[in-house]
T-cell receptor, first 110, second 115 residues
Framework: KNEVEQSPQNLTAQEGEFITINCSYSVGISALHWLQQHPGGGIVSLFMLSSGKKKHGRLIATINIQEKHSSLHITASHPRDSAVYICAVRGGGGADGLTFGKGTHLIIQP | DAGITQSPRHKVTETGTPVTLRCHQTENHRYMYWYRQDPGHGLRLIHYSYGVKDTDKGEVSDGYSVSRSKTEDFLLTLESATSSQTSVYFC??????????????FGDGTRLSIL
């Protein structure tokens, strides 16, 4: 079973700051997912990546397959970025579906 | 947004009663999943389906059963609900290739309270 660890668990920053959230996993994977969960509870898929880097607006996701590590960066952070960010990988062990980290609770203060 | 509808959105029931949650999709995606989300545990896979009548267990399947009689509907049943099954339940769908290598799209969740 793949173990997924995220850090930090909680992060409070000021508007405009550069944000980094980290994710590490224990077993080699084919793809890693970053998800966003807003205070209302809805979950949105941000990125799915298997190598290198992806960028969407102010969000950048990177992955290092050899080191089993991924980072999610937010540039020029804004209060609307306040949410829980969740990293997930395929579960392994014969079961389909995803195994999730416990999430990083991000608060951006104006 | 992916067309995924979960029903009901909220439910309060008593221990020992049967409960069925429904996930309906309009995307014709092959894969469907049920997850539960609990404080301190994050999201965990209960069951998933890789086609009509094809289902398999996930990490926390005890006490749950599922059925998929048509592509668009995936039902999660708690045969005899217990307080430990109080949670927020999410349905997700993905298109082809297995759950790990395609994006998953999530429903809005069902908040279930068992008293």
């Amino acid at each position: 079973k793949n173990e997924v660890e995220q850090s930090p668990q909680n992060l409070t920053a000021q508007e405009g700051e550069f944000i980094t959230i980290n994710c590490s996993y224990s077993v080699g994977i084919s793809a890693l997912h970053w998800l966003q969960q807003h205070p209302g509870g809805g979950i949105v898929s941000l990125f799915m990546l298997s190598s290198g880097k992806k960028k969407h607006g102010r969000l950048i996701a990177t992955i290092n397959i050899q080191e089993k590590h991924s980072s999610l960066h937010i540039t020029a952070s804004h209060p609307r970025d306040s949410a829980v960010y969740i990293c997930a990988v395929r579960g392994g062990g014969g079961a389909d579906g995803l195994t999730f980290g416990k999430g990083t609770h991000l608060i951006i203060q104006p | 947004d992916a067309g995924i509808t979960q029903s009901p959105r909220h439910k309060v029931t008593e221990t020992g009663t049967p409960v069925t949650l429904r996930c309906h999709q309009t995307e014709n995606h092959r894969y469907m999943y049920w997850y539960r989300q609990d404080p301190g545990h994050g999201l965990r896979l209960i069951h998933y389906s890789y086609g009509v009548k094809d289902t398999d267990k996930g990490e926390v399947s005890d006490g749950y059963s599922v059925s998929r009689s048509k592509t668009e509907d995936f039902l999660l049943t708690l045969e005899s609900a217990t307080s430990s099954q109080t949670s927020v339940y999410f349905c997700a769908i993905s298109d082809g290739g297995g759950g790990g290598i395609q994006p998953q799209h999530f429903g809005d969740g069902t908040r279930l309270s068992i008293l």
